[in-house]
């Protein structure tokens, strides 16, 4: 979906409309969703809730990943998942800071 401005001038008396239609493109969607993403907008109590939230999915994920590797019959599949996570996670980093 791309972003989309209208510009218009209405002049009731002599009738007049005139109009311009810009378009913004993905790039700009995307900044807007990242913008939102984070919630620099949002009010006290949404703050809160959205930092609350994040560290239970933390807390969440790593005891996941505690448990994947604590335990025998799943230690080596937890241990491949995180070395390919890891991998990921710097070639993206890598591609991110060129």
Do not use: N
Request: hydrophobic share 50%.
């Amino acid at each position: 979906m791309l972003l989309y401005r209208v510009l218009g001038l209405l002049d009731p008396p002599p009738q007049l409309v005139q109009g311009q239609v810009v378009g913004h493109g993905h790039g700009r969607r995307i900044q807007q969703e990242r913008v939102l993403h984070k919630g620099r907008d949002a009010p006290g109590g949404w703050k809160l809730c959205l930092d609350l939230s994040a560290l239970f999915l933390a807390l969440v994920s790593l005891t996941g990943l505690l448990l994947g590797v604590l335990l025998p019959k799943s230690r080596r599949a937890a241990l491949f998942v995180l070395g390919l996570g890891g991998l990921l996670f710097c070639a993206l980093s890598v591609y991110a800071v060129r």
